[in-house]
């Protein structure tokens, strides 16, 4: 497993932008696949956008796609989710999540092995 710390969320009006951003403080990201999931307050943690260990290989909710893009940086041995357009809908704490199994992308949370502690993201109406 790996240390995961996620950074970047805040408090935004609707129509606007952020760039969540997950790291590691020990180790290296670049034999996991990546994924972003999120929780909203009384709702089941959702999967949001995965990225392969490759980096060749995304996956999206629909209710993200054209919005959100999902990005890594091997030589910064960090992921990214920049997240444009944002709805009110949007409002959630965000994990970012690290799967090291040999499997294809999953949308799974269960098929994730680490988990960092979260960001809170609010979009205001």
């Known amino acids: 497993q790996v240390q995961l710390v996620e950074s970047g969320g805040g408090l935004v009006q609707a129509g606007g932008s952020l760039r969540l951003s997950c790291t590691t403080s020990g180790g290296t990201l670049s034999g996991y696949h990546m994924g972003w999931f999120r929780q909203a307050p009384g709702k089941e943690r959702e999967f949001v956008a995965a990225i392969s260990r490759s980096g060749f290989v995304t996956d999206y909710t629909d209710s993200v796609k054209g919005r959100f893009a999902i990005s890594r940086d091997y030589a910064k041995n960090s992921l990214y989710l920049q997240m444009n357009n944002l709805k009110p809908e949007d409002t959630a704490v965000y994990y970012c999540?690290?799967?090291?199994?040999?499997?294809?992308?999953?949308?799974?949370?269960?098929?994730?092995?680490?988990w960092g502690q979260g960001t809170q993201v609010t979009v205001s109406s």
């Open positions: 999540a690290a799967d090291r199994g040999r499997g294809p992308l999953s949308r799974k949370d269960s098929d994730y092995d680490s």
